[in-house]
């Protein structure tokens, strides 16, 4: 398990940290068409000062229904990211994380698990935006869904749990959207977004959605929104037109926008608070200290 650099730029603002799902590595985000790993290819256009970071594991169908597995993927996530930031100059980005499938789950249960932490609870007030690709919130009525999963994964039909047996291999998927949510009532102040497929999967002769409306929507956030795309293809884009593209770059350009920086926050308090008055006088009254505004420069004459 480990971070993987995509781009980093010298002076970056932001950590964009991808984190894929059942089928690993970088499929979730490459195009099967023209092979465009949009994290590379596309969006350092949209983020330039974004440091693009993928969190990489082992991703087999035990990682998320066998014992522990979740859990230790969750704090190997959180642990990788903050070694990443161990230096002064990143420990205070803000952190957009991006998830595909069950890498969503990942993400929740390691903010849940960070948030009982003395240390690492730190990072969860750097997290600005959390956005989902196709991530299942499921719950103890709607474990059914859990078989496709496997059916997915190419698991012969006499080995797929069912019953009880499910119920007890998914209690860690379980306990994750409830324990979520209560981090987000708690005041956690990052923002989530989600989306969900359209188009259905071929599985055993017929068109199946893993992930639907019911099943994607996150406890204490805004409804899912629709993409007209398979499961794995809700993350696969070939260019900067794609309509879906536009619309998971909107989300991601609106969250970059609110962001301010613990300097420019500095800056901005050495802004004297000042009366404007006679013919010479005019625009800003600048304090003794040296800062910024907005992206104005200023310091000492």
């Not at 698990?113 to 003395?118: E, L």
């Not at 859990?146 to 012969?156: G, H, I, M, R, W």
């Not at 398979?230 to 619309?247: A, C, I, M, P, W």
Request: hydrophobic fraction near 35%; aromatic fraction near 8%; charged fraction near 25%.
């Amino acid at each position: 398990m480990s971070i993987k650099i995509i781009r980093e730029p010298a002076k970056a603002k932001v950590d964009i940290v991808f984190v894929h799902g059942l089928h690993g590595d970088q499929a979730p985000w490459t195009s099967a068409e023209t092979s465009i790993f949009w994290p590379e290819k596309l969006l350092p256009a949209k983020a330039p000062d974004a440091c693009i970071l993928s969190f990489e594991y082992e991703a087999g169908i035990d990682s998320f229904w066998g014992e522990d597995g979740i859990t230790d993927i969750s704090n190997d996530l959180i642990d990788e990211l903050m070694d990443h930031r161990s230096e002064k100059e990143k420990e205070e980005r803000p952190i957009i994380f991006v998830a595909h499938c069950l890498g969503g789950s990942v993400v929740e249960n390691a903010l849940v698990r960070a948030s009982h932490h003395p240390r690492k609870k730190e990072l969860i007030a750097c997290v600005t935006g959390i956005l989902l690709f196709g991530t299942p919130h499921f719950q103890p009525g709607s474990l059914a869904a859990a078989t496709k999963y496997f059916q997915l994964a190419q698991v012969p039909d006499g080995e797929i749990p069912n019953g009880s047996d499910l119920k007890d291999r998914s209690q860690s998927l379980i306990s994750i959207p409830p324990a979520f949510a209560n981090l987000i009532q708690s005041g956690a102040e990052f923002e989530v977004e989600s989306f969900y497929e359209g188009s259905g999967t071929k599985l055993g002769g017929k068109d199946v959605k893993i992930v639907d409306e019911s099943l994607a929507r996150c406890p204490d956030a805004p409804p899912p929104e629709r993409l007209a795309r398979t499961h794995l293809r809700l993350s696969q884009y070939e260019g900067e037109d794609d309509k879906d593209f536009k619309k998971v770059v909107r989300v991601l350009t609106q969250w970059l926008s609110k962001i301010t920086l613990p300097e420019e926050e500095k800056g901005a308090q050495n802004v004297s608070n000042a009366t404007f008055s006679g013919s010479h006088n005019s625009g800003l009254q600048l304090g003794q200290n040296a800062g910024t505004l907005k992206g104005f420069s200023f310091g000492r004459g």
